[in-house]
């Protein structure tokens, strides 16, 4: 039996400006599978979310979710760019959590959540919001439906982004630094939502320095660094036994 992965980064290149960022990078993530993207600073790790999402466009390459090419459309054997709507349709497929919460600070958290499901997705109200309170409750923050972003902890306010991109109903879920802006003992509670959600199948790939989380919640490690990928594996080989001297020395830096 062949597995198709549900995301296939092929051959995809990056520059801005004269400075390639990212390296024809071949990737392949399968369905229900969790991936750490780790690697230095600079290294290409959130250009390569930004274009697997199209918030970037790349130089070259392309991004398929469950064999569909992201922007593009398949006509006459060739593929084409796709219109403004249809990318936004296409995104839909893909959740994305960033370093800061980007919550919309004049709405309520509920309204925060049932925002894109009503106004993009137009589903009828009553069941945006049943689901927008069962994913609260996945969140641990079922109380706190009424309270605007500002009355939130940056802990709360990034377990309500998670909410809000799971309500799009996404295939794949990518993580930028998730916990990097918040204060230590608010990230155990992120953490912990994560590890949810790869328990329960979601297929995700998260840049994260949290070594920890990406030891025992996931299932491969990529290290990249200058817009290569330099290895990957089981955490168990890429975290504890290295092949590659820039993996070892980053590893050392981080702990
Ligand atoms: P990482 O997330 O691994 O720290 P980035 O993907 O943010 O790395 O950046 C990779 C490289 O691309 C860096 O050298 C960075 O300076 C450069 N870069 C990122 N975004 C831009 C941009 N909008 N314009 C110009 N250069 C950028
Ligand atoms: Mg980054």
């Given at each position: ?25 071949d990737?392949d ?25 199209r918030l ?40 994305m ?101 790869a ?10 320095h949290?070594?920890g ?12 660094a ?30």
């Amino acid at each position: 039996m062949t597995v198709h992965p549900l995301v296939r980064v092929k051959t995809l290149t990056k520059s801005y400006g004269h400075k390639v960022v990212l390296k024809r990078i071949d990737l392949d993530v399968l369905e229900g599978e969790v991936v750490a993207l780790i690697g230095p600073s600079g290294s290409g790790k959130s250009t390569l979310l930004r274009c697997m999402n199209r918030l970037e466009g790349q130089d070259s390459g392309c991004v398929l979710v469950a064999g569909e090419p992201v922007g593009y459309t398949l006509r006459d054997g060739e593929l084409h760019e796709v219109s403004d709507k249809l990318l936004s349709f296409q995104r839909r497929s893909i959740g994305m959590v960033f370093q800061g919460f980007n919550l919309f600070q004049h709405m309520t958290v509920l309204e925060n959540i049932m925002e894109g499901p009503t106004l993009v997705l137009k589903q009828p109200r009553a069941e945006v919001e049943r689901e927008a309170r069962r994913l609260l409750d996945l969140v641990g923050l079922r109380d706190r439906a009424d309270h605007y972003p500002a009355q939130l902890s940056g802990g709360q306010q990034q377990r309500i982004a998670i909410a809000r991109a799971l309500a799009m109903k996404p295939r794949v879920m990518l993580f930028d630094e998730p916990t990097s802006a918040l204060d230590p003992e608010l990230v155990g509670d992120v953490l912990e939502v994560m590890r949810t959600l790869a328990r329960e199948g979601m297929t995700m790939i998260v840049v994260t320095h949290e070594i920890g989380f990406a030891r025992e919640v996931c299932d491969r490690v990529i290290f990249m660094a200058d817009g290569e990928i330099v290895e990957q594996g089981p955490p168990g080989e890429v975290l504890l036994d290295p092949k590659h001297d820039r993996t070892r020395e980053f590893l050392r830096r981080l702990l």
